[in-house]
């Protein structure tokens, strides 16, 4: 009998006791993860990291404070989670780009995990230290969240660094780079781009999304591009399209871990969810939590950076923006879209006013862009998910609170604003720990 048919409490009963079960198949899946995680728990905090980023617990006395300007919850989230995470990541060479670039960012904190296991293991062969060393940790070591740990595992391996996230054509005055994120229109953006060097392909059916014409590297000449989208809307966006469309979710698998929210999908290619038959028989969350949407989309914050998937990946990572989105033309979706892309081909030309016409239609709506719907490039095509009207009825503070951690980069590196609706979410909350 399905959940709808049963009475509220049994309902309920079910959600906790799938959500309960799931997150235990997700310890038995991903138990390397997570003993990996625990090993390498405690780094040292390097010379690198700003002295006021040393310790997040610096920025309590700003949270909530009777100041002349007190630190929005929000900002403090922010603020804390990239203190912990991003703002620790080694600096790179300018040769080294995308996976080069976390490989060395992953060998500076296990050099950094080596070198502190190596003191504690010095200072523990004399015995009369033993006490002390347990009782006056040293203040530097600060964890790092097991969140941030599996990002950087996932990344080089997860598409985030594939080839089809740049974009070049020539058909444009100057000729330009564009950076395809997904979940911020890469479906249309690849079309605009296999339809700007059509010509030189010999037709769109031949086209690529690349120009085969060698283009500098000088951002100067070759000028480089890309749409930015408020992280939470696109993490929603990327929930509604990957893990609750049920034809998309059994289709794609990206609604990872998919031992926990795709079982389905992994039945329909074959893979075994765990050797436990008494957990296979287990209802899949989709199943059991329907009509539960905050619930059931704060389990996936809570889960899904067991694997990051492609489409969860912050905005910041791509491309590597996070190093040099001084060095792009930076565009922006949500209500302004429109217009964005208005601006976008008044700059440059060529084949691109008419080509984003052909895609977007946004002629006919500029100036008549009275909504969010109305001017994201989701609103009117199938592959969109309208995710800038229902915040209200997936977010939760919980999920809110845990989403904005991991997108931190996004606004401090991004210089993105949190949306109002989100931090009044917060401001309202009572359960605030």
């Not at 310790?55 to 700003?62: A, K």
């Not at 990872?256 to 028989?281: C, H, L, Q, R, Y």
């Not at 989309?297 to 996070?322: E, M, R, T």
């Not at 976008?344 to 006013?353: A, F, H, T």
């Amino acid at each position: 009998m399905s959940v709808n048919n049963r009475a509220p409490h049994q309902s309920r009963r079910t959600i906790a006791l799938a959500l309960s079960a799931s997150f235990a198949l997700s310890i038995i899946s991903y138990y390397n993860t997570l003993k990996l995680s625990t090993a390498s728990s405690l780094v040292l905090v390097g010379n690198d990291v700003p002295s006021s980023l040393l310790d997040p617990r610096s920025l309590l006395p700003l949270y909530r404070n009777s100041g002349t300007n007190p630190l929005d919850e929000a900002d403090f989230i922010i603020q804390r989670a990239y203190a912990e995470t991003y703002a620790r990541m080694a600096p790179c060479k300018g040769n080294e780009i995308e996976t080069d670039c976390i490989r060395t960012v992953v060998n500076h904190f296990n050099q950094q995990k080596n070198e502190h296991n190596q003191q504690i293991t010095e200072q523990l062969d004399n015995s009369s230290q033993i006490e002390s060393i347990l009782s006056h940790p040293n203040s530097k070591l600060t964890p790092l969240p097991w969140w941030f740990q599996t990002l950087l595992r996932d990344i080089p391996i997860n598409g985030a660094y594939g080839f089809w996230h740049h974009f070049s054509t020539s058909s444009t005055t100057p000729p330009i780079k564009f950076c395809a994120i997904g979940k911020n229109g890469s479906t249309e953006w690849r079309k605009v781009f296999k339809a700007l060097n059509a010509p030189e392909f010999g037709g769109l059916q031949k086209s690529k999304f690349n120009t085969h014409k060698k283009l500098s590297e000088d951002t100067q000449n070759i000028p480089q591009t890309v749409f930015l989208r408020d992280p939470l809307e696109r993490l929603l966006s990327a929930y509604l399209d990957k893990c609750v469309k049920d034809s998309v979710r059994r289709s794609q698998g990206h609604c990872e871990p998919n031992a926990i929210f795709a079982s389905d999908w992994m039945k329909s290619a074959g893979k075994k969810t765990t050797d436990d038959k008494s957990v296979i028989s287990l209802p899949m969350l989709f199943d059991a939590a329907q009509d539960a949407d905050k619930e059931m989309f704060a389990a996936y914050v809570d889960l899904f950076p067991l694997k990051w998937n492609v489409h969860f990946v912050p905005q910041a990572i791509f491309c590597d923006l996070y190093r040099n989105i001084n060095n792009y033309d930076v565009y922006f979706m949500g209500k302004s879209f429109m217009p964005e892309l208005d601006r976008m081909s008044s700059r440059y030309g060529g084949l691109l006013p008419e080509t984003l016409n052909d895609i977007f239609q946004y002629k006919s709506h500029i100036g008549n862009v009275t909504n969010g719907s109305e001017g994201n490039v989701g609103a009117n095509n199938s592959h969109g998910t309208k995710a800038p009207t229902k915040v209200a009825k997936y977010y939760s503070p919980r999920a809110l609170r845990r989403a904005l951690e991991y997108l931190s980069i996004d606004y401090v590196t991004l210089k993105l604003e949190v949306p109002e609706w989100a931090r009044e979410m917060l401001r309202k909350d009572n359960s605030v720990p």
